[in-house]
């Protein structure tokens, strides 16, 4: 038999010694360390399935946190953007309203002018009202037989033309502002 006081281990139990001396106490050693090491495991298992559980919900919150700070400053960067073009718009309305009151000017003038002018061509350099008693052919009294190369167009017309004119070409100009 084996002393084991002599070899300096701890003595066991007299009731445990025989079992441990066979080969069926070596199979339960062997099953009772097999079990030992698989509720270490299982116990390792949970504190580092409960450590992943605490750093998720960590990284969760930062991810959340992040994503609420970009959104804030994302909202911030398009409201300055927004009052930036609003700006801009109230400015491309405002040149706009004074180019059209200067434009409708000019038409008024253009319209003045030009009425006059078309009573003295209807008139004809004699003072005499040309028409469709001369023939079949639009011509004046200071004509010798060729065509009139004059386009009636109303007042309204040319103010109409004016003011389209006129918000096309600053819309324009606006678009091509909006980046400089």
């Known amino acids: 038999m084996l002393d084991l006081e002599a070899t300096g281990m701890i003595p066991l139990p007299a009731s445990i010694r025989p079992y441990l001396l ?13 079990v030992w090491r698989i509720d270490s495991l299982r116990a390792s298992h949970k504190a580092d399935a409960a450590n992943v559980r605490r750093e998720y919900a960590l990284f969760r919150e930062q991810v959340t946190a992040k994503a609420t700070e ?22 491309a309305d405002q040149m706009h309203e004074t180019e059209l ?27 005499e009202a040309g028409g469709a008693a001369q023939g079949d052919s639009a011509q004046g009294g200071d004509r010798s037989g060729a065509a009139a190369d004059l386009v009636a167009v109303t007042a309204d017309d040319v103010r109409i033309c004016t003011e389209n004119t006129r918000r096309l070409i600053d819309v324009r100009d606006w678009a091509l502002g909006l980046n400089p």
């Open 22 to 34: 066979g080969a069926a106490g070596i199979a339960i050693l062997a099953a009772a360390i097999w």
């Open 70 to 91: 970009a959104l804030t400053a994302q909202k911030a960067v398009n409201a300055a953007q927004e009052q930036k073009w609003k700006e801009r718009a109230h400015a």
């Open 101 to 127: 009151a200067s434009a409708n000017a000019a038409a008024e003038r253009y319209i003045r002018d030009n009425r006059l002018l078309r009573q003295a061509v209807v008139r004809g350099a004699g003072g």
